[in-house]
């Protein structure tokens, strides 16, 4: 199995092989799971679930496969949500970082938006209280909310291309293609945040590239102001959190 999951360009693979074992049935059902994997279709759709902060997350065939880097994100996200907070990720996919909130603050009110049926149907067999709407379209624009997460789609459509070839051909190119710079969804989902978060709450969200410093304008003039990106172990930019202030300031087009 090692063997056929190198050939197959795995980097993972004997740790693709344990799990392909502990999860199949029977060797028939193994046998037609490596061939799947062969194939390049993303293991978790395969077994139907994978492991994200420590907890067991279903993902349904078609759904973005939540990706180990943004269990930082989640964890974060996490300390800043208050006991009885109420926190709103939007983006949500299989609802990973909802789920990890209410289980990390069980007392918070946790909810999961997501444009598309099959993510919020995923997400809500995770135990997320999850709703399909186009970002913030279904709230009322007062700021009531301690925290906003989203890991929005980012990789700049002229990107798309050099991402590995199995992630292209399978997984839903709406979770993955930001537009241009990256930045189509992420702009909109920073000023939903300016309009829902309180004085005080947090926004974050997974980015790349250099890609806060080009939201600096919009985040000032969407009424943040502390602001703290974080990169990983190579000194990439993975993510940005801000502070709500209350108090947009001028607008970044003037």
Known sequence: MVGRLVAAGCVAAEEEADELLAAATDLATLE?????????EPLAWITGALQFCGRTLRVDRGVYVPRVQSEELARRAGT???MHGRALDLCTGA???AAHLSTRVPTATVIGIDIDIGAVMCARRNGVRALVADLDGPLRPVREWDLVTAVAPYVPTGEVRLLPADVQRYEPRAA????????DLVRRIVAAAGRLLRPGGWLLVELGGTQDNALT????ASGFGRTDPWWDE??????LASQATGSPGPSPLR
């Open 32 to 40: 037609v799971w490596l061939q799947r994997r062969e194939t390049g």
């Open 80 to 82: 800043l949500l208050p």
């Open 95 to 97: 609802g990973a970082i």
């Open 176 to 183: 993955l293609d930001g537009g241009e710079d990256g930045l």
């Open 217 to 220: 304008p919009l985040l000032a």
């Open 234 to 239: 190579h000194r990439d930019l993975r993510g």
